[in-house]
């Protein structure tokens, strides 16, 4: 029987102070240990960091780690990338033989699986940031006399009314795009999946990318 130590990290203090991001991740981790924890199994430390996961030197992750190793407990996260969103400190993390990690997300994969979805997620994320960045410098280009934004209270207004609709939208079909999702399934992929069973979004119409990438991002929290 092996005991558990937690560790749940958002990467902002807006984020830790509203409890949000928190709250999906310890619904993940409480749903793993009451249906794949072995009887009787305990937690025993719980870890809390509010730090990007771009940065490794994260105190909270380092206490955990100990932790997990001197007690011979796993540690366990929501999500892959709550360790981190760097494919090395991962594939060290995997490497290590006196550590033992799960993910609650992904309760039957093993490592190999797991560094699979962590390079994919990764190259995802890169690819993600160069196509944001190129279309940025494409329409600046076409409009050097024009400012790129909006008053920082309407955006914030807006972020979180499309935030609320997702997490609507999200919670109809989460059974449906978190397995797709952990599977390496792209946002079309999913969209697809969706559409062909005829389930619709709350205006009735079908699902697009980034719907659901919005979706994904109010049940998981970055």
């Known amino acids: 029987m092996k005991n558990y130590v937690l560790y749940l990290r958002v990467s ?15 619904r993940d981790v409480n749903l793993f240990l009451e249906n794949y924890a072995d009887d009787g199994s ?3 430390g719980e870890f809390i960091e509010v730090q990007s996961g771009k940065d490794d030197e994260r105190p909270e992750l380092h206490k955990a780690i100990h932790l997990a190793k001197r007690t011979k407990s796993i540690l366990l ?9 760097k494919v090395s400190f991962t594939a060290s993390l995997m490497e290590d033989k006196s550590l033992s990690f799960k993910v609650a997300q992904m309760p039957f994969a093993d490592n190999f699986q797991l560094h699979i979805y ?5 190259q995802e994320a ?4 160069s196509r944001t960045k190129a279309s940025l410098k494409s329409w600046k280009e ?5 400012k790129l934004g909006a008053p920082v209270h309407h955006i914030k207004k807006l972020a979180k009314a499309r935030t609320e609709k997702a997490l609507q939208e999200a919670q109809k079909v989460s059974g449906v795009i978190l397995p797709l999702r952990q599977q390496g399934a792209s946002l079309r992929g999913i969209c697809e999946v969706l559409n062909s069973t005829g389930i619709t ?9 980034s719907l659901v ?3 994904l991002s109010s049940l998981e929290v970055a």
């Open 12 to 26: 902002s203090k807006e984020q830790g102070k509203s409890g949000l991001g928190l709250e999906a991740q310890k």
């Open 42 to 44: 305990e937690v025993i």
């Open 77 to 85: 996260v929501a999500k892959l990338d709550r360790l981190s969103r």
């Open 118 to 122: 962590a390079a994919l997620a990764s």
């Open 126 to 129: 890169d690819f993600i940031s």
């Open 142 to 146: 076409r409009n050097p006399n024009k």
């Open 201 to 209: 979004t709350i205006r009735g119409t079908s699902f697009h990318p």
């Open 213 to 215: 990438s919005r979706m």
